[in-house]
């Protein structure tokens, strides 16, 4: 189930807001900019699903999406938690950093926990199966997958070639708890 959690930036165990009311969650992450949806596919869809299926299940939530925004690619990546190369892919985003544009994701199903750094506050937010989130560029956030990936997620680029990490060199993303799905809060 999705959560978002508030934090000042220098009390990471004391949440100034944790909810996982949807709407509230919409609310309080628009004040930053974030956009929080929650999406239904058409026809079901299951891991391991060819891409095709899974993008036409969301077909009409995704041209939405692609004709407000101008987004020029969309793919679907899926991450197993039997991935040989899981423990390097978690680890690649875990560090603070920003891309030069959106970052919008969809989960089709698993889950990811997305940290945002926006002036003195951090803001969590567990994203679950039905979630799309798209967080701004240049905003200063950091990603986890978790110790055991398991997700489908549909990913929206502006250019062809996808986005670059900025790292921003603070050690922040080090002083939350990272990343263990299902657990309690």
């Known amino acids: ?3 978002l959690r508030i934090f000042d930036e220098n009390a990471p ?6 909810t996982r009311d949807h709407a509230e969650m919409a609310r309080e992450l628009k004040k930053i900019g974030v956009d ?8 079901p869809v299951a891991p391991g699903d060819p891409p095709e299926k899974i993008m036409a299940a969301y077909r009409a939530d995704i041209d939405r999406l692609v004709a407000e925004r101008g987004f020029k690619t969309v793919d679907v990546v899926s991450i197993a938690p039997d991935h040989p190369q899981r423990e390097a892919m978690r680890t ?8 030069k544009e959106d970052e919008v994701r969809f989960f089709v199903a698993g889950s990811g926990l997305f940290t945002l750094h926006v002036d003195d506050k951090v803001y969590e937010i567990e994203c679950t199966q039905g979630d799309l989130i798209a967080v701004p560029d240049g905003t200063r956030h950091w990603f986890d997958m978790g110790p055991e990936p398991s997700f489908v997620a549909i990913r929206f680029f502006t250019e ?11 050690d922040i993303a080090r002083r939350f708890p990272r990343y263990e799905p299902g657990q309690a809060g």
Do not use: I, N
């Not at 165990?13 to 944790?18: K, N, V």
């Not at 690649?92 to 891309?99: M, S, V």
């Open 36 to 43: 929080f949806e929650q999406w239904r596919a058409a026809e």
């Open 13 to 18: 165990d004391a949440p100034l807001l944790s």
């Open 92 to 99: 690649k985003f875990l560090d603070e950093h920003f891309h």
């Open 160 to 170: 062809p070639d996808g986005w670059v990490g900025h790292f921003t060199g603070t």
């Open 1 to 3: 189930m999705s959560r």
